[in-house]
């Protein structure tokens, strides 16, 4: 069974950092595209990037590049989605996502339950 | 990028309706567009994926149409279980979402 484990709920003051994880298990780590996605509380959703744990290989949506960092780590299938210096407006729930590729059709098929991130002085 | 705009943001229906939720590409993205379902406090869901290939283990009741600039997705015979907001998405980087239509009982 396909699953998707984000750590748990943080609080941070700004200007702190924070790394936020996707644990995966029942399929093969290496093989697919792990995305990252930001819902504000009350808004829709706001595609971040993605990483490919294989190929080590990393695309940012223009809004978020630079000002997060995506990564993996291989050996414990894991993803991670990280901040050096938390603002106010990063206050979200952020979710990680496996991007299914069927004959070029592409998806997000499995999500992870999604990690609160509060930040406020 | 492409902008991904969905019509209405907000719809009331009943049980047992039938509703239409339209996405409009700002360019021609031929079929690749997906759609989610989310209910509160929870992830979002894939209920069609290329245009118009359900999901594996969604109900038959969802169905989505369309290619170039413009989609739909077509709930018949609504059950209380589909009150939800629906999103549709770009299925090529950067996978822009549709801003959300909120599917809510009249």
């Known amino acids: 069974e396909v699953q998707l484990v984000q750590s748990g709920a943080e609080v941070r003051k700004p200007g702190e950092s924070l790394k936020i994880s996707c644990k995966a298990s029942g399929y093969s780590f290496t093989n697919y595209w792990i995305g990252w996605v930001r819902q504000m509380p009350g808004k829709g959703l706001d595609w971040m990037g993605m990483m490919h744990p294989g190929e080590s290989d990393t695309r940012y949506s223009r809004s978020f590049q630079g000002q997060v960092t995506i990564s993996a780590d291989k050996s414990i299938s894991t993803a991670y989605l990280q901040w050096s210096s938390l603002k106010a407006s990063d206050t979200a729930v952020y979710y990680c996502?496996?991007?299914?590729?069927?004959?070029?059709?592409?998806?997000?098929?499995?999500w992870g339950q999604g990690t609160p991130v509060t930040v406020s002085s | 990028d492409i902008q991904m705009t969905q019509s209405p943001s907000s719809l009331s229906a009943s049980v047992g309706d039938r509703v239409t939720i339209t996405c409009r590409a700002s360019?021609?993205?031929?079929?690749?567009i997906n759609w989610y379902q989310q209910k509160p406090g929870k992830a979002p869901n894939l209920l069609i994926y290329?245009?118009?290939s359900l999901q594996s283990g969604v109900p038959s009741r969802f169905s989505g149409s369309g290619s170039g600039t413009d989609f739909t997705l077509t709930i018949t015979s609504l059950q209380p279980e589909d009150f939800a907001t629906y999103y549709c998405?770009?299925?090529?980087?950067?996978?822009?979402f549709g801003q959300g239509t909120k599917l809510e009982i009249k």
């Open positions: 360019q021609s993205i031929s079929r690749y």
């Open positions: 290329a245009a118009s």
């Open positions: 996502a496996r991007r299914r590729n069927v004959f070029g059709e592409l998806a997000l098929d499995y």
């Open positions: 998405q770009h299925s090529y980087s950067p996978f822009n």
